[in-house]
């Protein structure tokens, strides 16, 4: 497959490698305590890096607004990125965006003509080309601009990628007033409104140039390389069922009926009309209710765009992620609509922006979509910040990291899956992967007076872990400060022994 090089690429795509795990710190709650949501202060590189160990493979839909590198300077972020800076900067996001997707997850961007070609070709790189979905064209402003120079830029692009295509499956959208405006009931017909539907085909169907009588006797056949597309059998059903136009004379070529009230919903187009989805003076507006004409955010998105796409791409209780947070909409939306959320945005911005308009949302702000949705009010969310690494330079671990912290960033290692038994009794054996139990000596988990409170490899102590996934396990992987059970009786007993923090290579 042909690839995009830059200058700089090689290291980029090295960079989310290096990247240090740091500890998410939380630094208040807000509204109700139980709430999964997060917020989260810091660089979105490192929060992303940060996250692997506890969503990986879990988040629903990816709904990213990067900067789009346009040579404009931005207030609340820089926009004037030179071009190989901003595919070094966007790809290893990407990556780290990529591994935490649910396999049935998809992730789209906002994007406009300055990288919108090239950032295809990069997530083409990263997410594979077969996992492409379409590219979106969403009519962003809301009157032609007619002092452009040379075309009004009405559109922006939006890139959807599916984690794996084969099973991703959207959402089908309702039905819009444009998508019903040709329906009507001219002969009053009490099943309600409908509208007409060929009753021909390229291709022949059976008998494809039977001959139909109307009302008045008229004979019709299809016109030339035209045939019927349905038997002769179902078009006497059809017409017997009042469900054939002949038109207001009853003298015209016939059409099928098809009853608005019996058509489902929509496939999704890769068109979106302002009309629709809303366009960026709505988006600026809606801003400005919350925080004011003098402190509108450059570019934001509207509420009605951001739950198009969550619509189409997940259901209540999914999780989305938006690590280019903005404005807040994403994150706004996703807890109006009844979806768990992740929201990063770097600097002040955060806590003089995101935070204010999310507790607006708490307290029923009725504002966007709001009343679209009958959004009164609820929820919660926490408050983070991104804390020192998880392991120190020189491979130690960080003396504030606890048992949770490590025992998720350890099995994430071990099995590239993020640990979700956290909140259960404490135990040394964090889960079984297959047929390997990975068990963690830290932190004295086993609360007793053994050598280093448990924390050690003995054959006294494996009397107490065997019997924890006895007749489940057929391999161990045992993390502990030492171990002091002979190498030959951890091979007998099928144990993989590994040194904290010496043995501890985070991916």
């Given amino acids: 497959m042909p690839q995009l090089t830059w200058l700089g690429d090689a290291e980029a795509k090295r960079a989310a490698r290096r990247v240090p795990y740091r500890l998410l710190e939380t630094q208040s709650v807000h509204g109700d305590p ?37 040579k404009s300077a931005f207030e609340h972020y820089d926009d004037n990125l030179e071009h190989s800076q901003w595919l070094s900067m966007m790809y290893p996001r990407l990556e780290l965006l990529r591994d935490l997707l649910a396999e049935d997850g998809s ?18 790189d990263v997410f594979g080309r077969g996992n492409f979905i379409a590219t979106g064209i969403w009519q962003k402003l809301h009157a032609r601009n007619n002092s452009a120079q040379h075309l009004s830029d009405d559109h922006d692009f939006i890139i959807a990628f599916a984690r794996n295509l084969k099973i991703w499956r959207p959402n089908k959208v309702s039905r819009s007033y444009a998508s019903d405006a040709d329906f009507w009931n001219p002969d009053d017909d009490p099943r309600g409104l409908w509208r007409r539907s060929d009753l021909t085909a390229a291709k022949p169907y059976s008998d494809g140039h039977y001959e139909v009588t109307g009302p008045h006797g008229d004979i019709f056949v299809p016109r030339k390389n035209r045939y019927w597309s349905l038997s002769r059998e179902t078009f006497a059903a059809l017409e017997k069922d009042d469900r054939i136009w002949w038109g207001k004379t009853g003298r015209t070529f016939p059409f099928r009926k ?6 489902g919903d929509l496939v999704p187009t890769t068109v979106w009309l302002n009309t629709d989805v809303g366009n960026n003076r709505e988006a600026k507006q809606e801003v400005a209710k919350l925080f004011g004409r003098d402190d509108i955010f450059s570019t934001p998105k509207p509420e ?4 198009h796409v969550l619509h189409i791409a997940t259901n209540p209780g999914d999780l989305v992620l938006d690590s280019f947070l903005g404005s807040a909409t ?10 768990r959320w992740i929201g990063i945005e770097m600097g002040e911005h955060a806590r003089t922006h995101c935070l204010p308009r999310l507790l607006k949302v708490i307290d029923g702000e009725p504002g966007g979509i709001s009343k679209a949705v009958d959004w009164n009010g609820g929820g919660g969310f926490r408050f983070l910040t991104l804390g020192p690494p998880v392991f120190e330079p020189d491979g130690r671990i960080n003396p504030a990291v606890r048992f949770p912290t490590l025992a998720g960033y350890l099995w994430f290692l071990e099995t590239g899956t993020p640990w979700t038994t956290h909140d259960a009794t404490p135990s040394p054996l964090l889960g079984l992967h297959d047929d390997t139990a990975v068990v963690l000596l830290y932190n004295g988990i086993l609360g007793d007076s053994r050598t280093d409170g448990g924390n050690v490899l003995t054959s006294a102590l494996w009397r107490d872990l065997e019997p924890l996934a006895a007749g489940r396990a057929r391999r161990w992987i045992i993390y502990g400060e030492a171990a002091l059970m002979p190498e030959t009786r951890r091979r007998e007993l099928n ?9 501890i290579q985070m991916r």
């Fill in 107 to 124: 992730i789209w961007v906002t994007i406009d003509d300055n990288e919108g070609h090239y950032l295809k070709v990069v997530m083409d």
């Fill in 258 to 263: 098809r009853f608005q009230s019996e058509l």
């Fill in 304 to 307: 009605r765009l951001a739950r």
């Fill in 495 to 503: 144990i993989q022994f590994k040194q904290i923090p010496y043995d």
């Fill in 330 to 339: 994403t994150a706004a939306v996703a807890h109006k609509m009844g979806r």
């Fill in 34 to 70: 139980d709430a999964d949501n997060w917020l989260i202060q810091g660089d979105n590189l490192e929060a992303l890096k940060s996250l692997l160990p506890f969503c990986a493979g879990r988040v629903k839909c990816i709904f990213i607004d990067p900067p789009y590198n346009t």
